[in-house]
């Protein structure tokens, strides 16, 4: 199994040519190394294999309608756009790619592809005459100077007969480079903390203080520094959720369970990401049994302040790059900013939680990120490429400051 390729998200589009076949052992391949694999056909990629044997395969619907009331009310074109961690077109016929050129939309994989903010990748396949034909090397050219990444085409017999450069990778080839997708490099060697979900303050055995952090944005973090060559260490909150791989996990209960640990790790850390939401205060007293409600018609806590976690880090004398998130439901750009000032932090990351399609518990976020000297909006996308976008904006940052 290739680690990389666990838990990821690939949208895979099948245009129309005879090696739309080799798709579904893609397909079968992609699953086998723990991806998540939907599929995305055009009319014509259907007449060459059916779209029933994709969906047994993959285990879910295949979509090949650009206007289907059914999808639309599910996973439409844009939830597809934005589900994506990459966008594989595997075979991609000529015609497509000259579409895709023009900017069409004239059908769903290339609505998709206008939609996406995830990296687009073809896998070319046709006639060797059609991929040598001077208006398909301008296109070729054209969608590399744009980001497209085009893998292929192969040399060799070609189901025409003819023998020359237009077969589509074979599967085998094709792994590894979408493996490598995920495997960025631009942290590689350094050391990362990072801290995610919530924590609990107990008021009683059974009790506690706390708040609707899921830890999915500090988990897709430590998932993204791991891709990207870092040693990641992940101090976790009370939270429902799989370890990443490649990352060191360390689970706490309390506000005072995550300072204890980040302190104690912190010496080595290079780079420290803040991404919990840490409860501010705690009960002055625990009770030793369950706090009974018989004739008490009203309750008043006494609290306490917790340790600051991010400002501490940040005030130690050899302080790692320290980045901090703010989590608001107004003014984000004047609380951010003073947060990060007042806390003498490196980077600051900031959300309105108010909005009910971001944030606490979503799969999605949007973020407006701040450092000292400038600023850097990201629209609405998951939070897994968020953290991917976030990791590149840290070691930009980073190496602007060695140099």
């Known amino acids: 199994m290739t680690v990389a390729l666990v838990n990821r998200q690939i949208l895979l589009g099948i245009t129309g040519g005879i090696a739309a076949y080799k798709a579904a052992e893609l397909l079968r391949r992609l699953q086998d190394c723990g991806a998540d694999v939907r599929v995305v056909m055009t009319p014509a990629a ?5 779209p029933l044997t994709l969906q047994a395969l993959s285990g879910h619907p295949v979509h090949t309608a650009l206007l289907d009331p059914e999808a639309e009310s599910g996973m439409g074109h844009i939830e597809l756009a934005r589900w994506a961690d990459l966008l594989l077109v595997a075979p991609a016929s000529a ?5 895709l050129v023009q900017g069409q939309g004239n059908d769903l994989l290339s609505t998709v592809c206008l939609a996406t903010n995830a990296p687009i990748v073809l896998a070319p396949a046709m006639n060797q005459a059609m991929w040598k034909n001077a208006a398909t090397q301008a296109n070729v050219d054209i969608l590399r100077q744009r980001g497209v990444a085009l893998w292929g085409p192969a040399d060799g017999v070609q189901a025409c007969g003819d023998t020359g450069p237009g077969r589509m990778l ?6 590894p480079k979408i493996a490598a997708q995920f495997d960025t490099g631009v942290l590689a060697g350094k050391r990362v903390l990072i801290t ?8 009683d055995p059974v009790r506690y203080i706390s708040n609707h952090s899921s830890g999915k944005m500090g988990f897709a973090l430590a998932r993204a520094c791991a891709d990207a060559g870092a040693i990641t260490t992940l101090i976790a909150g009370p939270v429902d959720l799989a370890s990443p791989p490649r990352v060191k996990r360390m689970d706490v209960i309390s506000a005072q369970d995550m300072f204890d640990a980040v302190m104690a790790s912190v010496g080595d850390a290079d780079i420290v990401i803040a991404a919990a939401a840490v409860a501010d205060y705690r009960p002055v007293s625990v009770s030793s049994g369950k706090i009974k409600k018989a004739g008490i018609e009203t309750m008043t806590l006494e609290l306490v302040k917790n340790p600051d976690i991010v400002a501490s880090v940040a005030s130690l004398a050899n302080a790692p790059f320290t980045v901090g998130f703010a989590a608001e439901t107004e003014s984000v750009e004047q609380y951010a900013r003073d947060k990060m000032q007042r806390k003498q932090l490196d980077m600051i990351v ?30 609405k996308m998951s939070k897994a490429q968020l953290s991917t976008k976030l990791v590149e904006k840290i070691a930009a940052l980073i190496f602007r400051e060695k140099n």
Not at 95 to 99: I, K, V, Y
Not at 170 to 175: N, Q
Not at 196 to 203: I, Q, S, Y
Request: charged content about 25%; proline content about 4%.
């Open 196 to 203: 995610a979900g919530p924590t609990r303050e107990a008021l």
């Open 350 to 379: 900031a959300n309105d939680v108010s909005r009910a399609d971001i944030g606490f518990g979503s799969d999605d976020n949007a973020a407006v990120v701040f450092w000292p000297s400038g600023s850097e909006a990201y629209q």
């Open 46 to 50: 259907t007449e060459f294999i059916a």
């Open 170 to 175: 074979e599967v085998d080839d094709l792994l």
């Open 95 to 99: 015609d497509f790619m000259a579409r």
